[in-house]
């Protein structure tokens, strides 16, 4: 087993980004655009820019037996921000070295009257003790800082700045790891925008987050019952009623890791895995969603088990043309495995010529849960699917290539759960080459120029980029090789679009059923080997090389403003080259 994953399993998601991070961000990471300090002219601008709205932050730091070092240095980051309508509030529990703790902070007091310390009486946990910064506060908005980490200098600004643009009640932004100096960036932490299904595998958004003043006091504070998930439980709970969540791509927080943080090691604090836990559960009953909340794969990140609506009828909709020995195993497989039993299997016939492939469909006719119907017209993916889904009787359509293989013998159950929520109008599956390397896990918009699939030829047990081969997740798009969407979405899209005879039709399909309101998810519990390009072959002609082009510019021509835009579960400062997830 790669050694990268037994790693993350014993020691945890947040102890492993300094390893994870070191391995995406490399030696590159000093030589990046991320890297670069601002001018000194662009940080006099920054502090020359007045804004419509010139809120305030309050800037939260719960203090306790804080390092003296660390202290000035997240002091010193405060006090250098360009955007000067802030407010510090320092609540201490400390235990000890309180003195010299408010020695210190009186000395910043001295030139900056915006820096509040409160003693506190005990030590009640990191949750009491941040609501009690909150009792200082007196800004519109709040920012969550740890006491030995450092913030950008234009970390405010650009809040600020995202606000007047979008009014959004709840910001973040991306972050970087760092040891011991903030010049010894051990990676970063590049995130995709708001995403729920993400957010409920493990707490992507983390640091910065800055919300509304109003939203904290809405839903109570900090719950004490969540300490060691507080931050998680906290945005849980916000961006359940945040008017608009919004991610700045830009690195604006710096997370240090040393040996008593938890940046180190969570491992050694089971507490904070069980808070998550809680916290997920709340979350749930909270939105009005049953399910049950499971430890995943990689130790703290998180598993929901939505409860199944009853038993359903799943059409599995299968095009196939010859390659009867292909078929014969995709069948199989979904027979003999499939734990979930109310389903029926319409295969497509498409102009087959070999006489065993025949034969083979007069066996499978004789099964009561297999129908074969006959298409007639040149191959043309999206029309022979829309031709089958006229025969499905199910609530659900489940897009199937016919050079598959079930792996997992509850693929359709985990399909299903997040296909029967009203907010989800499709659902892939985590796919695999025959040597156990990923073949689908998700798709990003833009790489290549239209799309690409993500962190494809990946060993099938690593955790991938932020551990996302490893999470349920939403993105932009899935593919159609296996693809399960609700009947009515399926409807009111109108189905796939037969001017995609062969590329992009999924994703072309995909991104109309996020245009109507829905959510795309991706889960790595549904397992299927994808035995790829047996059947069609590859873009090898000139007549396929024309059509293929033609395809790139009907989608470029539809989804041009979305591709300009980037990939909202993507991140910026990744490459559009490649499919690792790396740099640009």
């Known amino acids: 087993m790669w050694r990268g994953l037994s790693y993350l399993k014993n020691q945890g998601v947040v102890s492993f980004f300094k390893k994870l991070w070191t391995v995406v961000a490399g030696e590159r990471s000093s030589h990046s655009e991320l890297g670069k300090k601002l001018t000194k002219k662009q940080l006099e601008e920054q502090r020359a820019r007045r804004f419509e709205k010139q809120i305030c932050i309050s800037i939260l730091v719960p203090l306790y037996n804080t390092d003296i070092a660390f202290l000035r240095e997240m002091l010193d980051s405060v006090v250098r921000q360009t955007y000067p309508n802030w407010q510090l509030c320092l609540a201490d529990g400390s235990d000890r070295d309180q003195a010299e703790i408010e020695a210190v902070v009186a000395q910043y007091q001295k030139d900056n009257q915006r820096i509040l310390y409160r003693v506190l009486e005990e030590n009640r946990g990191i949750s009491e003790n941040t609501n009690a910064c909150a009792q200082m506060a007196t800004g519109d908005f709040l920012a969550l800082l740890d006491h030995d980490d450092i913030l950008a200098p234009n970390a405010l600004f650009e809040i600020v700045s995202a606000y007047n643009e979008t009014g959004a009640q709840f910001i973040y932004t991306d972050e970087a790891m760092f040891e011991r100096r903030i010049t010894r960036i051990l990676g970063y932490n590049l995130k995709s925008d708001y995403a729920p299904d993400t957010l409920r595998s493990y707490n992507y958004i983390c640091h910065l987050s800055c919300f509304d003043k109003r939203l904290f006091e809405q839903v109570g504070g900090f719950r004490s019952k969540c300490d060691g998930s507080q931050d998680y439980d906290l945005v849980l709970r916000i961006t359940e009623i945040a008017n608009h969540v919004y991610h700045i791509p830009k690195v604006l927080y710096y997370w240090r890791s040393h040996p008593l943080s938890v940046a180190s090691d969570i491992s050694a604090k089971p507490y904070c895995l069980a808070a998550a836990r809680t916290a997920l559960a709340d979350h749930l009953a909270r939105v ?297």
């Open 288 to 584: 009005g969603l049953e399910g049950t909340v499971e430890d995943s794969t990689v130790l703290s990140t998180y598993k929901i088990r939505y409860a199944l609506k009853g038993t359903p009828l799943i059409s599995i909709l299968i095009p196939n043309c010859d390659h009867v020995e292909d078929l014969r195993l995709c069948v199989n497989s979904i027979l003999g495995l499939s734990t979930y039993e109310n389903y029926e299997i319409i295969v497509i016939e498409n102009n087959s010529i070999d006489p065993e492939t025949f034969r083979y469909y007069a066996q499978l006719e004789k099964s009561d849960r297999v129908q074969v119907v006959y298409w007639k017209d040149t191959f043309n993916y999206s029309a022979i699917n829309n031709f089958g889904f006229q025969y499905a009787k199910g609530e659900y359509i489940l897009l199937l290539n016919n050079d598959m293989e079930v792996i997992s013998p509850d693929w359709m159950q985990e399909m299903l759960m997040f296909a029967q929520r009203d907010d989800v109008g499709a659902v892939g599956a985590k796919l695999y080459y025959p040597d156990d390397t990923v073949q689908h896990a998700g798709v990003i918009l833009g790489i290549g120029g239209v799309a690409g699939h993500a962190l494809k030829g990946s060993r099938r047990d690593e955790p991938g980029f932020m551990t996302r081969l490893q999470i349920a997740q939403d993105l932009s798009a899935v593919t159609a090789a296996c693809m399960m969407i609700p009947r009515r979405v399926y409807q009111q899209v109108h189905g796939l679009d037969e001017g995609f005879e062969v590329a992009f039709n999924d994703v072309d399909l995909c991104m109309r059923i996020r245009q109507a309101g829905y959510l795309i998810v991706f889960t790595p519990y549904a397992e299927l080997y994808h035995y790829e390009s047996k059947s069609r072959g590859y873009e090898d002609t000139k007549e396929k090389q024309m059509r293929f082009s033609g395809e790139v510019k009907r989608f470029t021509d539809r989804w041009q403003k979305q591709l300009d835009a980037g990939d909202p579960y993507y991140n910026s400062n990744l490459t559009l080259k490649r499919e690792d997830f790396s740099l640009r």
